[in-house]
């Protein structure tokens, strides 16, 4: 087992300097690298749910985009069973046309394979948006993540310079005092032997 030196006080100052210098460098490297590849992997993490969130936003707006089609669809055949309609109060449609027309109207307007497929895509409509919205707070999530490691480096880092520079000043106080004693101590020793 090592056992610090007591013989010398400026002795160990100067070996706790060092030991100071060489923990807070390794430590200050070793930290560094650790929150760098932190930042990396959620910085990767934060462009993954990006590029999610804009083909949720894609897919939202393509979804509408069909809704908007099919209730157009509707809304004009709607507006031709009116015109139908005009036509047959004026007497200007035979009986024959009159039924089939109506027919025509009432199964497109009755239709419940159409029915289905708006209530469908309205919940895909829905499900998207709550995925856009789900990763837009991911998003900011991350982004808050990311601001709270890059400050916790950066304090830790002020705190490890603080260490080394400590450790620098210490190694040198140390050093210097150690080598006026032992300067003294080695004339005294010299004078004892002669």
Request: glycine share 4%.
């Amino acid at each position: 087992m090592i056992t610090p030196p007591t013989d010398n006080l400026y002795k160990f100052c100067a070996i706790v300097g060092i030991i100071l210098v060489v923990f807070n460098s390794y430590y200050n490297l070793e930290m560094k690298i650790e929150t760098g590849n932190e930042l990396t992997k959620l910085i990767g993490e934060q462009k993954k749910l990006l590029i999610k969130s804009k083909n949720h936003e894609e897919n939202l707006i393509e979804f509408k985009k069909i809704l908007k089609n099919d209730l157009q669809n509707k809304s004009q055949l709607t507006e031709e069973a009116k015109h139908h309609i005009k036509l047959a109060e004026q007497n200007k449609l035979s009986k024959e046309e009159l039924i089939e027309i109506s027919s025509k109207i009432d199964k497109s307007l009755n239709d419940k394979e159409f029915t289905k497929k708006i209530d469908s895509i309205n919940k895909i409509i829905k499900k998207e948006g709550q995925a856009l919205e789900f990763e837009k707070i991911e998003i900011e999530t991350k982004h808050e993540l990311i601001s709270r490691q890059e400050t916790r480096t950066e304090i830790y880092s002020t705190y490890m310079w603080f260490g080394i520079i400590t450790g620098l000043i210490l190694s040198v106080f140390g050093f210097v005092n150690w080598w006026k004693i032992q300067k003294e101590i080695d004339k005294q020793q010299i004078k004892n032997n002669q």
